[in-house]
């Protein structure tokens, strides 16, 4: 099967980018699930281990979507990220491990005390490093 969809829907309003393949499956990812698995630097890092752990985007929605070439997209969220180009092969992955790739996600948060929800906009956060 191609990793190249014969059809991309960007759903502004329920945050939902759906792709249908030539073999008939359809996959519908989140804007949360896209934005936390950005392939873009600010996100992935510059090597391996230099993730960065994406918190608090549980609303995260959409703004638009532009093609790149004939081989990736590049999602504008509304939060401001613009800079991850999603390939082909990239996106495929993504629907065919996005059960497993959702929980590890989940798993990182738990480990990291952190959380889907973003914080209340009057919300100031310091954080102490121990000595």
Known sequence: MSAIPTQVQLKKKSG???LHYADGSRHELS??????HSPSAEVRGHGKGQAVLQTGKRLVGFRNL???????IRLIFDDGHDSGLY??????????EHDTLWQQYLEALRQAGARRDPLPADTQVITIEPK
């Open 31 to 36: 804007a949360e699930f896209l934005r936390v």
């Open 66 to 72: 532009e093609t790149v070439g004939n081989y990736a």
């Open 87 to 96: 390939s082909w092969e990239y996106l495929y992955r993504l629907c065919q």
């Open 16 to 18: 939902i980018l759906l």
